[in-house]
Nanobody, 121 residues
Framework: VQLQASGGGLVQAGGSLTLSCVFS????????VGWFRQAPGKDREFVVA????????YYADAVKGRFTCSRDNAKNTAWLRMNSLKEEDTAVYYC???????????????WGQGTQVTVSS
């Protein structure tokens, strides 16, 4: 399995950004997709996840109502749409897949390389 995350960048507070995660190597629809982030000096934390069918989403409280995770199994791609960005959202964002949803990063089987998101004031 390979995951390619992209779409990070520099954005002003209050702005929006969409990250993409392209999957290859196996059957995408067999996997849930999760997004995690890691800020300097902090542990990697769960952000959002979407079930393998795309029918169910899971959100960390810090991003609920601002971030949306979606996927298109025909395109082997998942997206993380981030609205109303805050400075505290600044981090490296990673996509990951697993055959089941879990909040703990250790439960996720395969990881993308990460993409930097920087939110300025």
């Amino acid at each position: 399995v390979q995951l390619q995350a992209s779409g990070g960048g520099l954005v002003q507070a209050g702005g929006s950004l969409t990250l993409s995660c392209v999957f290859s190597g196996r059957t995408f629809s067999d996997y849930a997709v999760g997004w995690f982030r890691q800020a300097p000096g902090k542990d990697r934390e769960f952000v959002v996840a979407v079930s393998n069918s795309g029918g169910r989403g899971y959100y960390a409280d810090a991003v609920k109502g601002r971030f949306t995770c979606s996927r298109d199994n025909a395109k082997n791609t998942a997206w993380l749409r981030m609205n109303s960005l805050k400075e505290e959202d600044t981090a490296v964002y990673y996509c990951a897949v697993s055959t089941y949803y879990a909040r703990a990063s250790t439960e996720w089987s395969f990881w993308g390389q990460g993409t930097q998101v920087t939110v300025s004031s």
